[in-house]
C-alpha cells in the first residue's frame, strides 16, 4: 500500500464479507425450503429469504466494488484518496441504509413497507432485485453520486491509466443504469423492457468493465507484467463486451410481448457474448504464465485464475446452453436460469471481489501477504467454494433438465407442483453442496482474522 | 506480430464499436416502442388492471412466482393462470382466499394475504391482462 487514505478500503471489505456470510446463510434456508416447503412458514416466508439472498449479494458485492475502487485508484493515480473522510461517511450511509433496509424485509410484512415508506408517491417496489424500498433506492442514488464524485475527484486530478479509466466508465454506467429502477410504468411489457436495462445492462455490460479493470490492477501488481500489453488486452475485452452484450439484451426479449425479430438479434449477438469471457480468460493465463515476479500472495494469485475460468464456465459457457431462442423458449424461466445465475454471479462479481480481498487487506495490514499457515486456509476455501458451487450448478441444471421435460417438454405435461415433487432429490443435493459452500465462506473470513502465528511474510513497502 | 496490433487499434474498437452499438440498440428500442401497441395488450390497460399490478408489486408475488417466465421460480407461472384456470375469475379468487394463514404442512405454502374483495378483482383483471400479452406463443403449453 503506497497511500494512507487507500486504508479506507478495509472497512468496505470488512461489510462486504459480513453480508457475504449473511447471504449464503439464507440461500441455505432458500435451499431447505424448496424442499421442506413449510420450513419457517409464516415467519418468513420463500420470497422474504429470497429478496435478503439477492439483496445482499447485490450489496455486498456493492461494497466489494467500492472498496476496491478506494483500493485501486490512489494507487493508479499517484495521490492520496480525494477525501477519505467522504468515503468513511458514505460507507455508514450505505451500511445503515442497507442494514434497515434487510431488517424491514425481515420484520415488517412487505405491503406494509411499501405503505410506510410512501410506495404510492413512486412506485418501484415489488420487481426482482428492485424490491427495495423507493426511499432506499435514492439513497443508494446519493451514495453512488458521492463514491462517484470522490473517486472521480482523484481520478481526475491524478494520473490517468487504462485500469482507472475503464474503471470509472463501469462504475458510471453502474449508476446511470441503475436510475432505470426508477422507471415502473403500468405496461408490463415496457416494465420488463426497461428492467433488464438495469439487470442485463450490468451484468453482462458495464459491471464487466468492473471485472476486468479489477482483475486487471491485481495481475499487474502480482505479475509485474509490462502495463502496454496488459492495457491491449483490457481494451479488446471491454470493446468484445459492449459489441456482444448491448444487442444481446435481446436474449431477453424473446417472450415479454416485445416484437419477434429480437429472437434474431438476441439469438445472434448473445451467442457472441462468451468471446470477451473467454479472452478474459486466455488474457489472466498469458499474463501469469508470462510472470516477471512470484508473487509472495498465492491465495490472490488463485482466485485471479479462478476468476477467469468460473466466469467463462458460468457466463459463458452456462450462458450460452440457453440462449439461442428456440432452446429458450423451453427453459425460459427455470432451474437452468438459476443453475446459470449461481455459476456466473459466483464466477465473475463474487469471485473478482474475492480477489482484491485478499490481495489487498494484508498489504492494507503492512504484509505482502498472510502467512502460509492462513494462505493454505484460503486456498482450501477457494476450492471448498469452487467446487460446491460447480455442483450446485450441475444438480441445478439437472433439476432443470428434468423439470423442462416434464413439465414442459414431454407428451403429456404435468403440473408444475407435480414436477417440483418428482425432482426434490436434485434440490437436497443442491442443499449439502451449499452447506459446504457455507463451510468455504468461514474458512475464507477465518483466515483473515485468526492470529497468523508464523512471522509476516515480509514487510512493507509494496 | 506484437506491433501489428497496437494498444491505440485496441482503444479505437472499444470506443468506436461501443458507440456504433448504443446507437443501433436505442434505434431498436425506438423501433420497438412503436411496434408494442400491436402486442402489448395495452387496449386492456384499465385503471382496475394498473391497480392489480400495483398489488402484484405491493406483495411481491414476483418473489415466488414468474411472470412471463422472470421471477422466482419455486411456484406456478402466473403469466397463463388465467388460461390454466379456465378464464374463471372466481376460481382465480377463490384460490387466492383459501390460503391457510399457518400454510400447509409439508408443502410449499403461499401467505394468506387477507385481500379485501375489490383487490383480489383488480388482481384478477391483472392476470387476465398478462395473459393476453403477444409472447410468442410462450409458455409452450397450459403448465407454464
Ligand atoms: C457475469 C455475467 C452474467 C451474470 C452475472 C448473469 C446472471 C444472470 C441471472 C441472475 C439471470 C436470471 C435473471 C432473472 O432473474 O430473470 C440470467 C438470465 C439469463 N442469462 Fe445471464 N448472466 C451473465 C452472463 C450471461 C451470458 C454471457 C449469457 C449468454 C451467453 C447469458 C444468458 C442468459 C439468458 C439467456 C438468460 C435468461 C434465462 C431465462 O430465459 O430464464 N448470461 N443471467
Ligand atoms: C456466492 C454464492 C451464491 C450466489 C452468487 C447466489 C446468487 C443467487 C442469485 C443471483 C439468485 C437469483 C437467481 C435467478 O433469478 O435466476 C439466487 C437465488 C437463489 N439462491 Fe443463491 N446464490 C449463492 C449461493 C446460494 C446457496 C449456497 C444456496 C443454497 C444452498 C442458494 C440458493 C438459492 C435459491 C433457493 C434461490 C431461489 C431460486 C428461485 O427463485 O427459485 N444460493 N441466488
Ligand atoms: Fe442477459
Redesign the pocket.
Request: glycine share 22%; net charge negative.
Given at each position: 500500500m503506497q497511500y494512507q487514505s487507500q486504508s479506507v478500503a478495509k472497512l468496505y471489505f470488512l461489510a462486504a464479507m459480513g453480508l457475504f456470510a449473511g447471504q449464503i446463510l439464507f440461500g441455505i434456508i432458500l435451499g431447505l425450503q424448496y424442499v421442506m416447503g413449510d420450513f419457517l412458514f409464516p415467519e418468513i416466508p420463500f420470497n422474504v429469504a429470497r429478496m435478503v439472498h439477492t439483496n445482499l449479494l447485490i450489496v455486498w458485492l456493492l461494497f466489494g466494488f467500492m472498496g476496491a475502487s478506494y483500493y485501486l485508484v490512489p494507487e493508479e493515480s499517484g495521490r492520496e484518496l480525494y477525501s477519505p473522510k467522504l468515503a468513511v461517511l458514505m460507507f455508514w450511509v450505505f451500511l445503515v441504509a442497507g442494514a434497515l433496509t434487510i431488517l424491514g424485509y425481515l420484520f415488517v410484512p412487505y405491503s406494509g413497507l411499501a405503505q410506510m415508506t410512501g410506495n404510492g408517491i413512486l412506485p418501484t417496489m415489488g420487481r426482482?432485485?428492485l424490491e427495495q424500498p423507493t426511499i432506499t433506492k435514492l439513497g443508494i442514488v446519493v451514495v453512488a453520486l458521492a463514491f462517484l464524485y470522490n473517486v472521480g475527484m482523484t481520478v481526475l486530478t491524478g494520473r490517468k491509466t487504462v485500469v482507472t479509466i475503464v474503471l470509472m466508465t463501469g462504475l458510471v454506467g453502474l449508476a446511470v443504469f441503475f436510475l432505470f429502477s426508477f422507471y415502473n410504468p403500468d405496461n408490463l411489457v415496457k416494465d420488463k423492457y426497461f428492467w433488464w436495462w438495469v439487470?442485463?445492462l450490468w451484468?453482462?455490460g458495464v459491471?464487466?468493465l468492473i471485472?476486468a479493470s479489477i482483475l486487471a490492477f491485481v495481475l499487474i501488481k502480482t505479475t509485474g507484467v509490462d502495463r502496454e500489453v496488459i492495457e491491449k488486452w483490457l481494451y479488446i475485452i471491454i470493446a468484445m463486451t459492449l459489441i456482444t452484450?448491448i444487442i444481446?439484451t435481446g436474449?431477453?426479449y424473446?417472450w415479454i410481448g416485445t416484437p419477434s425479430y429480437w429472437q434474431w438479434w438476441g439469438s445472434i449477438f448473445?451467442?457472441l457474448?462468451?468471446i470477451p469471457?473467454f479472452m478474459l480468460t486466455l488474457f489472466a493465463f498469458n499474463t501469469i504464465n508470462k510472470r516477471k515476479r512470484e508473487h509472495p500472495n498465492k491465495a490472490a494469485v488463485l482466485w485471479a485464475m479462478g476468476t477467469a475460468v468460473m466466469?467463462f464456465l458460468?457466463?459463458?459457457v452456462w450462458?450460452?446452453l440457453?440462449?439461442l431462442s428456440p432452446v429458450?423458449y423451453y427453459?425460459?424461466?427455470?432451474q437452468?436460469?438459476a443453475a446459470?445465475?449461481h455459476m456466473?454471479?459466483y464466477?465473475?462479481?463474487v469471485m473478482v471481489v474475492l480477489t482484491i480481498m485478499s490481495y489487498a487487506i494484508p498489504l492494507m495490514r503492512g504484509q505482502q501477504a498472510k502467512s502460509n499457515r492462513m494462505q493454505v486456509m484460503e486456498m482450501w476455501s477457494f476450492w471448498l467454494m469452487t467446487v460446491s458451487m460447480v455442483f450446485i450448478t450441475l444438480f441445478l441444471t439437472g433439476a432443470g433438465i428434468l423439470q423442462v421435460y416434464l413439465q414442459r417438454y414431454s407428451d403429456a405435461p404435468q403440473a408444475f407442483m407435480v414436477v417440483q415433487e418428482k425432482i426434490s432429490l436434485f434440490y437436497w443435493m443442491r442443499e449439502a453442496a451449499g452447506l459446504v459452500f457455507l463451510v468455504g465462506v468461514v474458512l475464507f473470513i477465518l483466515s483473515f482474522f485468526l492470529p497468523q502465528e508464523e512471522k509476516n511474510m515480509q514487510a512493507q513497502p509494496a | 506480430m506484437q506491433e501489428v496490433f497496437t494498444k491505440s487499434m485496441a482503444r479505437n474498437i472499444y470506443y468506436g464499436g461501443s458507440m456504433f452499438f448504443v446507437l443501433l440498440f436505442l434505434a431498436l428500442t425506438f423501433d420497438t416502442q412503436g411496434a408494442l401497441p400491436k402486442l402489448d395488450n395495452s387496449q386492456n390497460l384499465t385503471e382496475q388492471v394498473a391497480a392489480g399490478k400495483r398489488l402484484w408489486e405491493e406483495n411481491n408475488c414476483i418473489g415466488c412466482h414468474t411472470l412471463l417466465?422472470?421471477?422466482a421460480y419455486f411456484a406456478p407461472e402466473l403469466g397463463n393462470v388465467y388460461k390454466r384456470f379456465g378464464e374463471n375469475k372466481d376460481a382465480i379468487k377463490a384460490f387466492i382466499r383459501s390460503r391457510p394463514v399457518e400454510g400447509i404442512p409439508g408443502r410449499r405454502s403461499m401467505p394468506q394475504f387477507n385481500f379485501t374483495e375489490e383487490q383480489l378483482d383488480n388482481i384478477v383483471e391483472f392476470l387476465k391482462y398478462s395473459s393476453e400479452i403477444n409472447t410468442n406463443n410462450w409458455p409452450p403449453n397450459i403448465q407454464g
Open positions: 426482482e432485485f439487470v442485463h451484468v453482462e459491471w464487466e471485472l452484450g444481446g436474449h431477453h424473446y448473445s451467442a457474448e462468451p469471457f466466469a458460468g457466463a459463458g450462458g450460452f440457453h440462449t429458450n427453459t425460459h424461466g427455470s437452468i436460469t446459470h445465475g456466473a454471479f464466477g465473475a462479481y | 417466465g422472470e421471477g
